[in-house]
């Protein structure tokens, strides 16, 4: 889908199916691209190919690079997603900003590698539908960037900022328009760490809907760092929705970093104060001593079939160590539960720091 051929009728007919799936069922997103892609155990010269064999600085490990390089591949993964029962999957986009490919000296290839991406899950998505005649939607990816604009790093400077808002911004605007000209049918910022470099996705987001006269599903999805219960800019669950909720995202959910098990208390908090779609993709459990995740399909299917059976969620996927075995598990846990139903919250003023404030009457 080019720029041009994107119209305003198309997105609006695409948002009202995935609506309507969404009160039929819960929706079940991807697993990891990450952990799919390690099983092809690309060395330097897999990554590269013959296009960027002469490239002066390593790419191993430069995912969004294998949109362009071994394209097949990464469509092959999309559609073990959608055939293990995936509603919607994510491009291979997750570092799809010129400041995360930077550090590849790579940033003038941004818009191919989103593009590519997204048409790819889109030929993944039409091959699927053609098999059993089931709508599948394709979330373009937008992950945190390597930098981050509410912290210091660097413990001497407190004040120093590797990014500001305004080239987060940029760099999110143009990886979204990418990826909706590549045939995106919904946006994903995903694995916030920092709710600053968020808003600036969500700013950016906002400016191109604006500019283009169209507007796709946005899904927003934090990311708690560890056992404290906060994002790794120290806001709260409720902290982090009350700063976002202004975008009526899509849904609000979080994913990485914890295992269902330790994500389950932050998703209930989400569920109960939310009034829009929670969605819940947590980690194969936590990492092992060699950094690995190891959490069968069996038994993260029954984590995450208990959020459903207890009416916490609306979207349900995988993230880092989950494989399309992982995400046919979990399929099957919650296809016999509805949806969560949205609550209906009263109006009134809600603020946030690292805490929530709300001001009652």
């Not at 920092?194 to 996705?201: E, F, S």
Request: one cysteine or more; proline letters at 6%.
């Amino acid at each position: 889908m080019t720029a041009t051929a994107t119209s305003a009728t198309a997105p609006a007919s695409t948002f009202a199916a995935l609506k309507d799936a969404a009160r039929q069922r819960i929706l079940i997103l991807d697993g990891a691209m990450g952990t799919m892609i390690q099983q092809l155990k690309l060395d330097e010269a897999g990554y590269r190919g013959e296009r960027f064999r002469d490239w002066p600085r390593d790419v191993k490990g430069n995912n969004d690079l294998l949109n362009l390089t071994v394209p097949d591949a990464v469509r092959d993964i999309h559609l073990a997603y959608f055939m293990a029962g995936a509603d919607i999957v994510e491009t291979n986009t997750f570092s799809g900003t010129t400041i995360a490919m930077a550090d590849y000296g790579m940033e003038e290839l941004v818009r191919e590698l989103n593009v590519e991406g997204a048409r790819l899950a889109k030929e993944a998505a039409l091959i699927a539908q053609e098999k059993d005649g089931r709508p599948r939607f394709v979330a373009g990816a937008i992950g945190p960037t390597n930098r981050t604009a509410s912290i210091s790093p660097d413990v001497n400077d407190p004040g120093f900022r590797a990014t500001s808002f305004d080239e987060l911004a940029t760099a999110y605007g143009e990886q979204a328009a990418a990826l909706l000209d590549g045939g995106a049918d919904l946006l994903l910022i995903e694995t916030i760490f920092d709710t600053l470099n968020a808003k600036a996705a969500i700013f950016a987001i906002e400016r191109l809907f604006e500019a283009r006269g169209l507007r796709v599903p946005v899904m927003i999805s934090g990311t708690i760092t560890d056992l404290s219960g906060r994002t790794l800019s120290g806001q709260t669950p409720e902290a982090f929705w009350n700063s976002v909720r202004h975008a009526a995202p899509f849904s609000i959910g979080l994913n990485c970093a914890l295992g269902a098990k330790e994500m389950r208390a932050h998703i209930d908090e989400l569920s109960r104060i939310a009034d829009t779609l929670v969605c819940a993709y947590p980690n194969a459990g936590l990492p092992n001593e060699f950094g690995l995740y190891d959490e069968s399909p069996a038994a993260m299917a029954k984590l995450v079939g208990a959020f459903a059976a207890s009416g916490l969620v609306n979207i349900v996927g995988g993230c880092c160590g989950t494989t399309p075995d992982h995400i046919r598990a979990i399929a099957e846990a919650v296809a016999p539960h509805p949806p969560r139903d949205i609550p209906t919250i009263a109006p009134r003023l809600r603020l946030s720091g690292l805490e929530p404030f709300e001001l009652r009457a």
